[in-house]
């Protein structure tokens, strides 16, 4: 079984700061893909970044181009997404999705967190 957990959501000032984190565990052959996606109230889910196994950036959101950063450890099965800069639009659930391929198994499927709330507000 394999599961992802995130940390590291909360409630920040406009301006400030947060690092998430999403570790993978279970029975776990192999990780390709990571990524972050978020869902603001009354909106649809969005892809905000994704990184590909050997670390490079596969995708950002033109909203957040310079001000997140995300980045993954192999080693320790995580992905982090580093937020600078943060704006009240950034609120939102943020969802850590993976590709992986179980231990014994024959396919990747794709899984997912169970969600952090960020709340950017004065």
Same mark, same amino acid.
């Given at each position: ?6 940390? !590291?959501?909360?409630?920040?000032? =406009?301006?400030?700061?947060? @690092? ?11 990780? $390709?893909?990571?990524?972050?996606? @978020?869902?603001? =109230?009354? /909106? ?9 196994? *050997?670390?490079?950036? /596969? ?5 957040? /181009? ?6 993954? +450890? #192999?080693?320790? #099965? ?5 937020? $600078?800069?943060? /704006? =009240? ?7 850590? #999705? ?6 014994? *198994?024959?396919?990747?499927? +794709?899984?997912? !967190? ?9």
């Amino acid at each position: 079984q394999v599961q992802l957990v995130e940390s !590291g959501g909360g409630l920040v000032q =406009p301006g400030g700061s947060l @690092r998430l984190s999403c570790a993978a565990s279970g029975s776990i052959f192999s990780i $390709n893909d990571m990524g972050w996606y @978020r869902q603001a =109230p009354g /909106k649809q889910r969005e892809l905000v970044a994704a990184i590909t196994r *050997g670390g490079r950036t /596969k995708y950002a959101a033109d909203s957040v /181009k310079g001000r997140f950063t995300i980045s993954r +450890d #192999n080693a320790k #099965n995580t992905v982090y997404l580093q937020m $600078n800069s943060l /704006k =009240p639009e950034d609120t939102a659930v943020y969802y850590c #999705n993976a590709a992986i391929l179980p231990l014994h *198994g024959t396919y990747e499927y +794709d899984y997912w !967190g169970q969600g952090t709330q960020v709340t950017v507000s004065s």
